[in-house]
C-alpha cells in the first residue's frame, strides 16, 4: 500500500511553526536573561560597609593567659558604656559577673541566646549572635572565631559593619592578617602584644590514674570518652572527679566549673569547651587523647587547638604555674607527646600555630536576595553566591556556604499549602530558617516540628503544647535529661522569635531546661561512677570508649559458624591499632564533644544551636 506524499504546504507549515518555536525560545532565554541582569543590577547585593569609621581600633594579640581579656575588659569598665561579646555563654556570664562586682547595680546587663538580665544596661555582656551593630566601645573575644566555617559570618560581619566609636579585638597573634583588613577604614590602629604570664612547662612522664593530683583537668574529646576517663580516676578520688561537655545544659556547666573552682571537684574531665577562654584555678592539663572527631572525620588535634587548651594550666592570679602532660593507662585512648610539646610552645608565645587561614565569611541578609516569595528563595540564594563569589573574590571575606538555608526552605515549601500559606509569607519563611536549631541527623525533623507549630499558631490552628515542650521526664539517666534540656533549648529559641506559640512563652522552656539541669547535677555523681572504660562486651579486652566490640570479635562474629570457638582473649591488644576505624562521618551524632572550634561542641555551645553536642 502506497502512502501519499506529504503536501508541501504541510511541510511549509510545520518549518513556520519549528521556527516561531525556536523564535519563542531564543526570546524567553533573552528575557531570563534580562531578568537575571534586572536582579544584578537592581537588587544587587553589595558588600557590607559600616556607617561611621571608629576612630581607634585596638588589637589585643597574644597566647592564653596574657591578660588580653583582663586589659580590655579594663577599658570597657573605664569607660563606661559598650559590649563584651564572646563565643560562649559561659565566658558572657564571667565577664558580666567580673564588671557587676566593680560597678553599680543596674551598670552591667547580659544577654545570650537563653537569658536576659537588664539587657538595656550602659555595658552588655553578650554572646556573638547577640551583639547589637552600633554601640561606644567595642570588647570581641576570641575574634579568631572569625575563621569558624560555620559561626565566622557573625565576627565578620560584626566587625566589618559594626558602628562603634572605639573597638578591642582579643585574639591569637595568627588572626591579626584576617582581621586587619575588616578595620582597614578605622582612624587609628594600635596592636598590644601580650606575654603569657605564667610558666607551663611539659611533663616528662605520661601521668598515671593513681598519680593524678588536684587541680588538674583531664581532657579527652566524646561524651563517652570523658565518662570512660572519669571512671578510671573516680576510684583514685572518689567523689572529686567532675565531668564538663557540651550536651550539658550551661546551668549545669556552671555548676561544675564552680564545684571544680571551690575545690569541692580535685579533678575535671572535659571535652574542649574547656579551651576557649573559661578560666578555672588549674594548675594541670593532662590530654588522655590528641585526636577528635570534628564533624566529617576523626583527626589529629592541630597545634593552635592543643594551645587553647593547653594554656588552661596555670592561670595567673588563680594558681603558680602550669604544666601539660599525657594521662596513661586509659583502654583504647592515648596521646600524641610530640603534639603536646608543640601545642605548649604555642601556648606560651613561643611558636607559632597552624590556626587555619580561612577567610571571614559573608552571610547574606534577607534585602540582598531580590525574592519575592518563599518559592523565591532556592534560586536567590543560588544567585547571591554567585554574586559573592565574584564579588569578593579580591577581597579579604569569601561567600559564605548557604547550602543548609536552602535545604531548609525546600523542606518548608511542602507545608506552605493550604491554611498555612497565608502566614507563611517571606519573611517569617527567612526568619523560621535562621533559627538556630540544629538541622542535622538525629534531631533533623525538630527544627521542622517546631516551624510547623510556629506556622499553624499564626494561623490560628491549635498546637499541642507538648509539640514545642516536652514536660521533664519523670525518670531516666543522664542523658535523657540532656535530650530534654537540649530540646527545651530549642523551645527557647523558637519562643523568643515567635512568641506565644502553643500558648508558650521562652520563660516556660527555661523553667523545664532548669528543672532538667538540677536533675543532672543529681545524677552526676552515680553516672561517673556506673561508667567504666572501653572493655570489649564479648571478650573484656581493652578498646577505646566509643566502639562496644574489639575489631576481632567483630569480625569473627560475623563469619561464626557453627561449631566455632570463641577465640582466645591473651590475643587481644590495648591501643588504638586494634580498632575499626570509625566511618566517615559515622557514629552517633554528636559523640564528639568536641569542637568545635573546628565543628564540635564548643561552637554549638555558644549559639545554642547546630549539630547536638555530646
Known amino acids: 500500500m502506497s502512502v501519499p506524499p506529504k503536501s508541501p504546504d ?22 531570563e536573561k534580562l531578568a537575571q541582569q534586572s536582579w544584578v543590577e537592581g537588587a544587587e547585593p553589595e558588600l557590607p560597609v559600616r556607617t561611621t569609621r571608629p576612630e581607634d581600633v585596638v588589637f589585643h594579640l597574644g597566647p592564653t593567659n596574657s591578660g588580653k581579656t583582663y586589659e580590655s575588659l579594663l577599658a570597657l569598665e573605664e569607660n563606661g558604656r559598650g559590649v563584651y561579646a564572646a563565643p560562649l555563654r559561659q565566658l558572657a556570664h564571667e565577664a558580666y559577673a567580673r564588671l557587676s562586682a566593680q560597678l553599680p547595680a543596674g551598670t552591667v546587663g547580659l544577654s545570650t541566646g537563653e537569658e536576659e538580665i537588664d539587657p538595656d544596661a550602659p555595658i552588655l555582656c553578650c554572646t556573638v ?13 576570641e575574634s579568631h572565631w572569625v575563621a569558624d566555617p560555620d559561626r565566622g559570618h557573625h565576627w565578620a560581619r560584626l566587625v566589618l559593619t559594626g558602628d562603634y566609636r572605639e573597638m578591642h579585638l582579643i585574639s591569637a597573634a595568627e588572626a591579626y592578617l584576617l582581621l ?15 606575654k603569657r604570664l605564667s610558666r607551663l612547662d611539659v611533663l616528662k612522664a605520661p601521668v598515671r590514674a593513681d598519680g593524678v593530683r588536684p587541680q588538674t583537668l583531664v581532657v579527652a574529646f566524646s561524651r563517652k570518652a570523658v565518662y570512660a576517663v572519669a571512671a578510671a580516676l573516680d576510684p583514685h578520688r572518689p567523689g572529686k572527679v567532675g565531668v564538663l561537655y557540651g550536651a550539658l545544659p550551661p546551668a549545669t556547666r556552671r555548676e561544675v566549673i564552680d564545684r571544680f573552682t571551690r575545690g569541692e ?11 576557649h577562654g573559661i578560666n578555672v ?6 590530654f588522655a587523647e590528641t585526636t577528635k572527631y570534628d564533624g566529617f572525620e576523626r583527626r589529629a588535634l592541630r597545634t593552635w587547638e592543643t594551645a587553647q587548651i593547653a594554656g588552661r594550666a596555670g592561670r595567673y592570679g588563680l594558681t603558680g604555674h602550669g604544666a601539660v602532660g599525657i594521662l596513661a593507662g586509659v583502654a583504647g585512648m592515648k596521646a600524641d607527646a610530640g603534639l603536646l610539646k608543640a601545642g605548649a610552645e604555642v601556648a606560651r608565645g613561643d611558636a607559632m600555630s597552624d590556626l587555619p587561614k580561612r577567610r571571614p565569611r559573608l552571610r547574606p541578609e534577607l534585602d540582598d536576595l531580590g525574592a519575592f516569595e518563599p518559592v523565591d528563595l532556592p534560586e536567590a540564594l543560588t544567585r547571591w553566591t554567585a554574586w559573592a563569589r565574584a564579588a569578593t573574590k579580591d577581597q579579604s571575606m569569601t561567600a559564605d ?39 542535622n541527623p538525629p534531631r533533623r525533623t525538630r527544627w521542622l516540628v517546631l516551624a510547623r507549630a510556629a506556622l499553624r499558631s499564626a494561623a490560628g490552628l491549635r498546637v499541642d503544647p507538648e509539640t514545642v515542650l516536652e514536660p521533664v521526664p519523670d525518670k531516666g539517666m543522664v542523658e535523657d535529661y540532656e535530650q530534654a534540656a537540649a530540646a527545651a533549648r530549642d523551645a527557647q529559641t523558637l519562643l523568643r522569635s515567635f512568641p506565644g506559640v502553643a500558648g508558650l512563652t521562652a520563660e516556660d522552656a527555661a523553667e523545664v ?45 560475623a563469619g561464626r559458624g557453627p561449631g566455632r570457638e570463641r577465640h582466645d582473649t591473651t590475643r587481644h591488644h590495648e591501643g588504638h591499632g586494634r580498632q575499626p576505624r570509625p566511618a566517615r562521618g559515622g557514629g552517633r551524632a554528636g559523640d564528639t564533644g568536641g569542637r568545635r572550634t573546628g565543628r564540635g561542641s564548643a561552637a554549638q555551645e555558644g549559639r545554642g544551636r547546630s549539630r547536638r553536642p555530646r
Do not use: Q
Not at 507563611?424 to 535562621?434: A, C, E, P, S
Open 10 to 31: 504541510r511541510r511549509r507549515k510545520r518549518s513556520d511553526r519549528d521556527l516561531r518555536d525556536r523564535g519563542e525560545d531564543r526570546a524567553a532565554a533573552r528575557v
Open 129 to 141: 549572635e547577640k551583639a547589637p551593630m552600633r554601640g561606644d566601645l567595642l570588647v570581641l573575644d
Open 180 to 194: 586587619k583588613p575588616l578595620v582597614a577604614d578605622a582612624k587609628s590602629i594600635t596592636v598590644v602584644n601580650h
Open 265 to 275: 571537684t580535685e579533678v575535671l574531665v572535659t571535652t574542649d569547651v574547656i579551651g
Open 281 to 286: 584555678p588549674a594548675t594541670t592539663v593532662l
Open 401 to 439: 556556604d548557604v547550602t543548609g538555608l536552602i535545604v531548609r526552605v525546600h523542606a518548608l515549601l511542602p507545608l506552605l499549602r493550604g491554611p498555612l500559606g497565608a502566614v507563611g509569607d517571606l519573611w517569617t519563611v527567612w526568619r523560621l530558617i535562621n533559627l538556630p536549631i540544629d538541622y
Open 513 to 557: 531546661e532548669e528543672a532538667c539541669a538540677d536533675r543532672i547535677t543529681e545524677l552526676l555523681p552515680a553516672a561517673i561512677g556506673l561508667s567504666s572504660s572501653g572493655r570489649c562486651s564479648s571478650c573484656g579486652a581493652g578498646i577505646a570508649p566509643w566502639f562496644t566490640t574489639c575489631r576481632e570479635c567483630s569480625v569473627r562474629s
